[in-house]
């Protein structure tokens, strides 16, 4: 399975973001799909994910600090995940990264990155005050 992300810029506080994920891979629908950060001398922390969840929605997990701003969704027939970022922070300023596992991963773990097998690359998203 290969990763790409895209999407990240530079943005004011209080602008909005959508990051993609393109996933390769015929099962797509069944990954799970994560979105982690990672700021500058800081370790990776995670954002939200999105697991297969019966028809076409999907059980979505945020991280505390993105609840209520940031939106996790999915379409499979694009194979893609996205994050759409609102109200974006200073403090949201990080190398943002997508993560898959092929499967479905039970509701504690999707918060972990040690729970996905497969990583793409990173985009940086910078928010300026």
């Known amino acids: 399975v290969q990763l790409q992300a895209c999407g990240g810029g530079l943005v004011q506080a209080g602008g909005s973001l959508r990051l993609s994920c393109a996933a390769s891979?015929?099962?797509?629908?069944?990954?799970?799909m994560g979105w982690f950060r990672q700021a500058p001398g800081k370790e990776r922390e995670f954002v939200a994910a999105?697991?297969?969840?019966?028809?076409?929605?999907?059980?979505?997990r945020y991280a505390d600090s993105v609840k209520g701003r940031f939106t996790i969704s999915r379409d499979n027939a694009k194979n893609t995940a996205y994050l759409q970022m609102n109200s974006l922070k200073p403090e949201d300023t990080a190398v943002y990264s997508c993560?898959?596992?092929?499967?479905?991963?039970?509701?504690?773990?999707?918060?972990?990155?040690?729970?996905?097998?497969?990583w793409g690359q990173g985009t940086q998203v910078t928010v300026s005050s």
């Open positions: 993560a898959a596992h092929s499967g479905t991963l039970i509701t504690g773990t999707m918060s972990s990155p040690l729970s996905y097998e497969y």
């Open positions: 891979g015929r099962t797509f629908s069944t990954y799970t």
């Open positions: 999105i697991r297969l969840s019966g028809g076409t929605t999907g059980t979505t």
